[in-house]
């Protein structure tokens, strides 16, 4: 199954500074997208730290012998690693943290990578309110469950589902990378048919785009690179109050629409 991929970020139309990042795997194997937060400096150099380190592991383990939740978790659990280490060597850096969604397309275990009929595995990994979505036929997905205090709370019954779109905390992580006690990583596999659409993003996006027109998106505008440019500017449109990050995944494309 042939990938078709693009992705992009933009400062928006407040923010002085881009503090998302994120990485595309030329090989179309894996992706990241990572939001940091904590000053000036710090969200910048957090989402880097944590792009940094998860694309080098996932490149160190990538034909081991690792399940694939095990590389995704330890990838994360790295990640969160180099950010406090950078803490503490950089105290002004101290309160700095950021959210990560990564997606990896590997081959089964005992599958040769090379081989062209080779069984891919998709999985998905997350820490925060970076999001994972998927398209299917006209079906918006959300994959990844955020974690976030006003998530939680509607779990519970403290807030309906309507309070959380609008709630004063619905920014509020439960979980981030740059923490001691990380306790939540989430890892998952996840089916991926020919003609889906994958969309990892920010919040940057989902605070301002409705589902519905994300959904309108991904389905009506079939060359990747438009679709990521189409949401960022459907974002600002609507504010751009934050940075916009997004990569789009696809396999219903034709070789000349790549």
């Known amino acids: 199954m042939k990938l078709f991929f693009d992705g992009a970020t933009d400062t928006g139309l407040v923010r002085s500074v881009n503090q998302d990042a994120y990485y595309l795997d030329p090989e179309g194997r894996f992706f990241i997208v990572a939001d940091g937060m904590g000053g000036h400096a710090g969200g910048e150099e957090a989402s880097r730290l944590a792009t940094d380190a998860i694309r080098s592991h996932i490149e160190g383990r990538w034909s081991s012998e690792d399940s694939s939740e095990e590389l995704?978790?330890?990838?994360?659990?790295?990640?969160?690693?180099?950010?406090?280490?950078?803490?503490?060597?950089?105290?002004?850096?101290?309160?700095?943290?950021?959210?990560?969604?990564?997606?990896?397309?590997?081959?089964?275990?005992?599958?040769?990578?090379?081989?062209?009929?080779?069984?891919?595995?998709?999985?998905?990994?997350?820490?925060?309110?970076?999001?994972?979505?998927?398209?299917?036929?006209?079906?918006?997905?959300?994959?990844?469950?955020?974690?976030?205090?006003?998530?939680?709370?509607?779990?519970?019954?403290?807030?309906?589902?309507?309070?959380?779109?609008?709630?004063?905390?619905?920014?509020?992580?439960?979980?981030?990378?740059?923490?001691?006690?990380?306790?939540?990583?989430?890892?998952?596999?996840?089916?991926?048919?020919?003609?889906?659409?994958?969309?990892?993003?920010?919040?940057?996006?989902?605070?301002?785009?409705?589902?519905?027109?994300?959904?309108?998106?991904?389905?009506?505008t079939r060359a990747c690179e438009k679709v990521t440019l189409k949401l960022i500017d459907s974002a600002k449109d609507n504010g751009g109050k934050d940075n916009i990050t997004v990569i789009v995944i696809a396999t219903d494309l034709q070789d000349g629409e790549a």
């Open 72 to 220: 995704l978790k330890t990838s994360l659990v790295k990640a969160n690693e180099a950010i406090i280490s950078d803490q503490q060597s950089n105290p002004e850096r101290s309160d700095m943290g950021t959210t990560a969604v990564t997606v990896i397309f590997r081959p089964a275990p005992g599958e040769a990578s090379e081989a062209a009929n080779a069984e891919v595995e998709t999985w998905c990994a997350h820490v925060g309110d970076s999001r994972l979505y998927r398209l299917r036929g006209a079906s918006l997905e959300q994959i990844t469950e955020d974690h976030t205090w006003v998530n939680k709370a509607s779990k519970l019954g403290v807030i309906t589902m309507d309070q959380v779109k609008t709630h004063p905390w619905r920014h509020v992580l439960s979980q981030c990378l740059g923490r001691p006690d990380l306790n939540e990583i989430s890892v998952q596999p996840m089916e991926f048919l020919l003609g889906d659409r994958l969309l990892l993003c920010s919040d940057g996006l989902t605070e301002e785009v409705s589902d519905h027109l994300i959904a309108e998106l991904l389905k009506t």
